[in-house]
T-cell receptor, first 115, second 114 residues
Framework: GAGVSQSPSNKVTEKGKDVELRCDPI?????LYWYRQSLGQGLEFLIY????????KSGLPSDRFSAERTGGSVSTLTIQRTQQEDSAVYLC?????????????FGSGTRLTVV | AQSVTQLGSHVSVSEGALVLLRCNYS??????LFWYVQYPNQGLQLLLK??????LVKGINGFEAEFKKSETSFHLTKPSAHMSDAAEYFC????????????FGKGTKLTVNP
């Protein structure tokens, strides 16, 4: 596609429910990243994919968080048993290759609200 | 590990005035440096990047930044602010040949007053 697409754009869920957030990267971009943006906290790295594998998942805050990528394209970030502190904007980005040299192209994010 | 410090979470300037947003980085190896802009309810857009070529980097919308190794700084400037520049600006660093991820500062919110 022309840009990085994320869905849904907004999600309100009850505490304890599971949620899935989807990211469609730019076609041909092999690297894909998930970040979390909380108010006043900047962007927090969650996980990095190169193709379908995740060489760096050091930012996932707990085992309630998981992510996968299939076909070297679409990625899904899953949060199980959501907590109020999970409320944030979840941003996905892609890059032609897994090197910082190229910078990233970001999607518009999914705003998650846990009530 | 690399890190970024943005001095000033809020900066306010008058329309037509100089914009200066400060960024200092820490990196154990030569860095790549980036500035991103985020308009309300939108994703981040790349303004400019330093990748070890020219130390003065020009970006979109009239912004530029200068890499100063001795000061470990990469400050963002624009000679004359426009109302449309009001947004949040993020500085980011990644390590050449190191980890693939970008590490971001906490952002500076720029307000432009008429």
């Amino acid at each position: 596609g022309a840009g990085v697409s994320q869905s849904p754009s907004n999600k309100v869920t009850e505490k304890g429910k599971d949620v899935e957030l989807r990211c469609d990267p730019i076609s041909g971009h092999t690297a894909l990243y998930w970040y979390r943006q909380s108010l006043g906290q900047g962007l927090e790295f969650l996980i990095y994919f190169q193709g379908n594998s995740a060489p760096d998942k050091s930012g996932l805050p707990s085992d309630r968080f998981s992510a996968e990528r299939t076909g070297g394209s679409v990625s899904t970030l899953t949060i199980q048993r959501t907590q109020q502190e999970d409320s944030a904007v979840y941003l996905c980005a892609s890059s032609p290759r897994g090197r910082g040299l190229y910078g990233y192209t970001f999607g518009s994010g999914t705003r998650l609200t846990v009530v | 590990a690399q890190s970024v410090t943005q001095l000033g979470s809020h900066v306010s300037v008058s329309e037509g005035a100089l914009v200066l947003l400060r960024c200092n980085y820490s990196s154990s190896v030569p860095p790549y440096l980036f500035w991103y802009v985020q308009y309300p309810n939108q994703g981040l857009q790349l303004l400019l990047k330093y990748t070890s070529a020219a130390t003065l980097v020009k970006g979109i919308n009239g912004f530029e930044a200068e890499f100063k190794k001795s000061e470990t700084s990469f400050h963002l400037t624009k000679p004359s602010a426009h109302m449309s520049d009001a947004a949040e600006y993020f500085c980011a660093v990644s390590e050449q040949g190191g980890s693939e991820k970008l590490v971001f500062g906490k952002g500076t919110k720029l307000t432009v007053n008429p």
